[in-house]
């Protein structure tokens, strides 16, 4: 289940809900996940809003595209390992912060389409959710190689290419 909050309207507009339910959806379908199982909240919001949540809880006082809170630690043991496997009792995943100025701007400048670059950061935070990071190269690869597929599977561009690969 995907609970959508929309604080700053242009997000509806946008179509936020309907972007982050089918991002979320293919995360679930990749790890095998059932949304009648789990919940994923989803906050749209503006620049404003997201810094004073990065600075509340990272004590960056800065925006930032995409914010996320697991319900649990599940990270993997080592460097480019797996992380711990969601177990069919665990509802409430996590939480999930999208300001619109940020992602709008970063869509702009690197011309992409918005919808593409929102669905990006929406896999990319609920890979978050289940455990994947990119603090180390290994798991950056891991994770980065896991949105890619996921991507693909929606029929969206790999995020990490750059010009002429």
């Not at 289940?1 to 979320?24: F, K, N, Q, Y």
């Not at 912060?97 to 593409?116: V, Y």
Request: glycine share 6%; net charge negative.
């Amino acid at each position: 289940m995907i609970d959508c909050v929309i604080e700053d309207p242009r997000w509806a507009d946008a179509g936020l809900e309907g972007l982050s339910t089918r991002a979320t959806q293919y995360v679930f379908d990749h790890f095998g996940l059932a949304t009648d199982q789990h919940e994923v909240a989803i906050l749209g919001c503006d620049d404003a809003r997201i810094k004073e949540l990065n600075s509340d809880f990272r004590d960056k006082d800065t925006a930032t595209n995409v914010l996320s809170w697991p319900s649990d630690e599940r990270g993997a043991a080592v460097p480019g390992g797996q992380p711990d496997k969601i177990s069919p009792d665990e509802f409430e995943l996590g939480d999930i912060a999208i300001s619109f100025d940020t992602c709008h701007r970063e869509a702009t400048q690197a011309n992409k389409p918005f919808e593409h670059h929102v669905v990006h950061l929406i896999v990319h935070a609920n890979l978050h959710l289940l455990g994947y990071d990119h603090i180390d190269d290994k798991d950056a690869a891991l994770m980065e190689s896991i949105e890619i597929d996921i991507l693909e599977k929606m029929g969206l561009p790999n995020p990490y290419a750059f010009d002429g690969e």
